[in-house]
């Protein structure tokens, strides 16, 4: 069955770096879009960024454009965040999910990875 | 970017009556060439991640019970559930993905009066 498994979330100082992971399973991981959503304690989603398929073209959110860089590796099936200049405003579940079309609904989720930036 | 808002905030509603969310964006999500509307309805439990019930503004996910139903075009939409069932107490978020950003509504927690 599909799986998509985070990982490397943790507690991080303002300014420094993480790099979250997302393992997938179960499907033609290199067939789909693959997406970052966060989710703040008590709050509502919150789309980080995308990249599509063969990893030609990447889209962010204005709050993380220049800090955060979405990528993935076909041949691992994992896609990857990484975070700099982290923000007390990203402390965040992050979760990763998968779309069939590089415009289109996101029909897999993980189960999240908790960030928490704080000195 | 388009701006998603989302009405009620919350709302109760008694097991076995209808409850109604509305969704607008603020800008037409509506492609000409293939008519779809670039909507998707999310379900959310606490502690569980998103779970996609409606796509294309009206299309119903395989498993998804019936008694979900998706529907509007254009700028408004709305999700009903015919029959509130326990199971269904939950947050209930609208994403378009009709261009980049990819924004969610605000979310619309349902409850059981």
């Known amino acids: 069955q599909v799986q998509l498994v985070e990982s490397g979330g943790g507690v991080v100082q303002p300014g420094k770096s993480l790099r979250l992971s997302c393992a997938a399973s179960g499907f033609t991981f290199s067939t789909y879009g693959m997406h970052w959503v966060r989710q703040a304690p008590g709050k509502g989603l919150e789309w980080v960024a995308v990249?599509?398929?063969?990893?030609?073209?990447?889209y962010y959110a204005d709050s993380v454009k220049g800090r955060f860089t979405i990528s993935r590796d076909n041949s691992k099936n994992t896609l990857y965040l990484q975070m700099n200049s982290l923000r007390d405003e990203d402390t965040a579940v992050y979760y990763c999910?998968?779309?069939?079309?590089?415009?289109?609904?996101?029909?897999?989720w993980g189960q999240g990875t908790l960030v928490t930036v704080s000195s | 970017d388009i701006v998603m808002t989302q009405s009620p905030d919350s709302l109760a509603v008694s097991l076995g009556e209808r409850a109604t969310i509305n969704c607008k964006s603020s800008q037409s999500i509506l492609y000409n060439s293939n008519n779809k509307n670039y909507l998707a309805w999310y379900q959310q439990k606490p502690g569980q991640p998103p779970k996609l019930l409606i796509y294309?503004?009206?299309t119903r996910e395989s498993g998804v019970p019936d008694r979900f139903s998706g529907s509007g075009s254009g700028t408004d939409f709305t999700l009903t559930i015919s029959s509130l069932q326990t199971e269904d107490v939950a947050v209930y978020s609208c994403?378009?993905?009709?261009?980049?950003?990819?924004?969610f509504g605000p979310g619309t927690k349902v409850d059981i009066k």
């Open positions: 999910a998968a779309a069939e079309y590089s415009y289109g609904p996101t029909g897999w």
């Open positions: 994403q378009q993905y009709f261009g980049t950003p990819f924004t």
């Open positions: 294309w503004a009206s």
């Open positions: 990249v599509w398929f063969d990893g030609s073209n990447k």
